[in-house]
T-cell receptor, first 111, second 112 residues
Framework: GEDVEQSLFLSVREGDSSVINCTYTDSSSTYLYWYKQEPGAGLQLLTYIFSNMDMKQDQRLTVLLNKKDKHLSLRIADTQTGDSAIYFCAESIVRDDKIIFGKGTRLHILP | DGGITQSPKYLFRKEGQNVTLSCEQN?????MYWYRQDPGQGLRLIYY???????QKGDIAEGYSVSREKKESFPLTVTSAQKNPTAFYLC???????????FGSGTRLTVV
């Protein structure tokens, strides 16, 4: 069945790079997404990658896609205290017109 | 500015009462969704609607009901049949052409 897996917690020192990993199961996904959720708020679309791409860079964010292994990662360079949030990985399921979300990775920034 | 609005932000209800959460969007999106979020559980899909006057059950529809009489609006009613209604509820919308959801800011429902 459809499933998106990601680790629940990650701690990173301020100024270091954060790498959040995700695996998905549906090989027909067209888009893969990263969302950010700050405390008490909704989800904000951070970035997305089309399934025929390997990499996408947007300022401090780098998304890497390994389609063979169904592995997606989000790298945040020079992590700041404002990056503290829950990050959700998600894949689009074309046949159902739905998006499947992972459970989210809580990023904690150490001083 | 276009967006999706959920109201209220916080809602308190007594056990046994039905309560309706509002979700309105002015993005001209076709599809709308309701999710429930509990700590450590991620997002769980309650109901979704891809077109006016039509909606489908998600993974945890029991104890909930929805309507889609207008494209802009997708209210969620939490009924007394929902065993554990205290949670954070998120509404989202999307165009079916591209995917990617726009989320509201959520409603935190507490049943006492």
């Amino acid at each position: 069945g459809e499933d998106v897996e990601q680790s629940l917690f990650l701690s990173v020192r301020e100024g270091d790079s954060s790498v959040i990993n995700c695996t998905y199961t549906d090989s027909s996904s067209t888009y893969l997404y990263w969302y950010k959720q700050e405390p008490g708020a909704g989800l904000q679309l951070l970035t997305y990658i089309f399934s025929n791409m390997d990499m996408k860079q947007d300022q401090r964010l780098t998304v890497l896609l390994n389609k063979k292994d169904k592995h997606l990662s989000l790298r945040i360079a020079d992590t700041q205290t404002g990056d503290s949030a829950i990050y959700f990985c998600a894949e689009s399921i074309v046949r159902d017109d739905k998006i499947i979300f992972g459970k989210g990775t809580r990023l904690h920034i150490l001083p | 500015d276009g967006g999706i609005t959920q109201s209220p932000k916080y809602l308190f209800r007594k056990e046994g009462q039905n309560v309706t959460l509002s979700c309105e969007q002015n993005l001209n999106h076709d599809a709308m969704y309701w999710y429930r979020q509990d700590p450590g559980q991620g997002l769980r899909l309650i109901y979704y609607s891809q077109i006016v006057n039509d909606f489908q059950k998600g993974d945890i529809a029991e104890g909930y009901s929805v309507s889609r009489e207008k494209k802009e609006s997708f209210p969620l009613t939490v009924t007394s049949a929902q065993k554990n209604p205290t949670a954070f509820y998120l509404c989202a919308s999307s165009t079916l052409e591209k995917g990617g959801y726009t989320f509201g800011s959520g409603t935190r429902l507490t049943v006492v």
